[in-house]
């Protein structure tokens, strides 16, 4: 998996894509990811005030979209600099002043990230689970940082690429309970039908 300098590196060539065309770049999960959260949201009826945060949010797309939904109290942190250039250009772009960026590193979050009633995480948990340096401990405290920043019986939403729901019920079973499984596009391989991509809902306890 690509350290993090590599990911400023993609940040950093968005950044120069996004000044020269006008384009947010990549979505790296893709426009349905991103619908299957927010119709999530509305379906449960979340307040449009409710404190969300989104942990690893890259070009900052999904907080555009939450915020053109009516959400109001919308945070994205990443721990790559670039990225929350990108995002800040996007929201400019989009004209969402009111939408907060930090650069933060999640496995070491600042005092003042906590009491989100939403955390939402897409590919943030695979990049930090795949890190080839202690990634059993950073799993662990990914799930302690979590814990600090989400409020009890807060919801977090994860769409992840690399774990199967039994795999992931394992590693958020100190805290959290699952309310559901999202739906999510199939794949078939070699005649066997799998899933490429596993989106839960947690309630933290």
């Not at 991103?34 to 907080?63: A, C, F, H, Y």
């Not at 969402?96 to 650069?103: A, D, E, Q, Y």
């Not at 799930?143 to 199967?164: A, D, Q």
């Not at 794949?187 to 991509?197: D, K, L, Q």
Request: aromatic letters at 10%; proline letters at 4%.
């Amino acid at each position: 998996f690509p350290p993090a300098s590599s990911w400023d590196a993609a940040y950093e060539r968005e950044l120069q894509t996004f000044q020269d065309i006008g384009d947010a770049g990549e979505i790296w999960f893709g426009e349905e990811s991103m619908v299957r959260i927010i119709r999530w949201l509305e379906k449960q009826k979340v307040p449009l005030d409710s404190s969300v945060l989104d942990i690893g949010t890259g070009n900052g797309v999904l907080l555009i979209e939450l915020a053109k939904s009516g959400y109001m109290n919308l945070t994205g942190i990443d721990y790559s600099p670039s990225a929350i250039q990108l995002s800040e250009k996007v929201r400019e772009k989009e004209g969402m002043s009111g939408i907060k960026l930090k650069v933060e590193d999640f496995l070491a979050p600042s005092a003042e990230l906590s009491g989100f009633d939403i955390c939402i995480d897409k590919g943030t948990f695979d990049a930090i689970s795949l890190n080839p340096d202690n990634a059993v401990g950073k799993r662990k405290q990914y799930v302690r940082s979590l814990c600090s920043v989400l409020k009890p019986e807060g919801f977090f939403l994860i769409t992840s690429c690399n774990w199967t729901k039994e795999e992931l019920l394992n590693e958020f079973r100190e805290g959290f309970e699952i309310l559901e499984e999202l739906p999510t596009p199939k794949f078939c391989f070699g005649g066997r039908i799998g899933n490429s991509v596993t989106a839960l809902v947690f309630q933290r306890k």
